[in-house]
């Protein structure tokens, strides 16, 4: 079965650093299609970055410069580095994982979520 942990949210000021980590099983991770998105209550779900099993990613606008996505093959982990966060950057964060990019959306997984919180 796949599983997918997340860990590394918390609380931080406005321009602090965290980093997420997701650790996945269950899947063949080196050829996976891994994502990260995030939720506010009341608002749709939205992919913040994803990164392709060849290593190529993508970023939303509101992130790029900030945020870098990447992945450890041999750890099954990939990782979101976070930095000079914003308060609109708190949300609940997920990690998805599908079997490759071009596999269905049915076929995909999610993580439990992560908060992310930034405030002074």
């Known amino acids: 079965q796949v599983q997918l942990v997340e860990s590394g949210g918390g609380l931080v000021q406005p321009g602090g650093s965290l980093r997420l980590s997701c650790a996945a099983s269950?899947?063949?991770?080196?050829?996976?299609?891994m994502g990260w998105y995030r939720q506010v209550p009341g608002k749709l779900r939205e992919l913040v970055a994803d990164?392709?099993?060849?290593?190529?990613?993508n970023y939303a606008d509101s992130v790029k410069g900030r945020f870098t996505i990447s992945r450890d093959n041999a750890k099954n982990t990939v990782y979101l580095q976070m930095n000079s966060l914003k308060p609109e950057d708190t949300a609940v964060y997920y990690c998805?994982?599908?079997?490759?990019?071009?596999?269905?959306?049915?076929?995909?997984?999610w993580g439990q979520g992560t908060q992310v919180t930034v405030s002074s």
């Open positions: 269950g899947i063949s991770f080196s050829l996976s299609y």
């Open positions: 990164i392709t099993s060849a290593g190529s990613t």
């Open positions: 998805y994982t599908r079997p490759n990019y071009f596999s269905s959306r049915q076929n995909g997984y």
